[in-house]
């Protein structure tokens, strides 16, 4: 079975500063992983993924993300946040197919 | 290029009701999901349809809840005698392949609410 975790509920940080958002995996074959955000009352957007390849991936608005075979993580990172980057992040693991499994979802609140 | 176009955005019904969500995939794609954001839960899969065929029903309810995606026309989610419970987000998604690397792009949302 695949599965994705996101240890942190919420993830505060002050604009500017740099910000990780944390997420590990679980599956039994070659995962490919997603990072979503989703903004309040909206759809999810796509981030980025990694499929094969170089594992530092680089995505929209400025994310990208560090895949870590050793470790089983796919940690978010954006060198210098912005207030506009508050949301809700996902990530997801796809093993097999089609079917995407999501982690809880991390909420990220960047102050001013 | 439009991506994946769902509607209604916003939907009330009592309880009894009958709920019906419509999606378009973006063009080109033939591919498509559901998904159910309940309140303080994560995203879940539900269900994924090609043209007049269902793929996986597996997280369905197993009563109540039905899909299609006809030959022509959008995707429709249709929840018959909706409960309280039922009250949720319910995201379409639509992909061009289904090989494990290929994107999987989500709609707004259809937020019902049931009272």
């Known amino acids: 079975a695949q599965s994705v975790a996101q240890p942190e509920d919420q993830v505060n940080v002050a604009e500017g500063n740099p910000l990780t958002v944390k997420c590990t995996y679980s599956?039994?074959?070659?995962?490919?992983l997603f990072w979503y955000v989703q903004y309040p009352n909206r759809g999810l957007q796509f981030l980025l993924k990694?499929?094969?390849?170089?594992?530092l991936v680089k995505g929209s608005y400025g994310f990208e993300a560090e895949f870590n075979k050793s470790q089983t993580s796919f940690h978010l990172k954006k060198p210098s946040a912005l207030v506009s980057d508050s949301a809700l992040y996902f990530c997801a693991v796809r093993e097999l197919g089609y079917k995407l499994s999501f982690g809880a979802g991390t909420t990220v609140t960047v102050r001013a | 290029n439009a991506g994946v176009m769902q509607n209604p955005r916003h939907l009330v019904r009592r309880r009894g009701q009958e709920a019906r969500l419509r999606c378009s995939p973006m063009?080109?794609?033939?591919?498509v999901y559901w998904y159910r954001q309940l309140p303080e839960e994560g995203l879940k899969f539900m269900v994924y349809l090609q043209k007049e065929n269902i793929i996986d029903e597996s997280g369905m309810p197993k009563e109540r809840f039905s899909a299609e995606f006809p030959k022509e026309g959008p995707s429709i989610l249709r929840i018959q005698q909706v409960v309280r419970g039922d009250s949720a987000a319910y995201f379409c998604?639509?992909?061009?392949?289904?090989?494990?690397?290929?994107?999987?792009?989500f709609g707004e949302g259809s937020w019902l609410t049931v009272v």
């Open positions: 599956v039994s074959g070659n995962p490919y």
């Open positions: 990694y499929i094969t390849g170089d594992n």
């Open positions: 998604a639509s992909s061009s392949m289904t090989t494990s690397g290929n994107t999987i792009y």
């Open positions: 063009k080109g794609h033939s591919h």
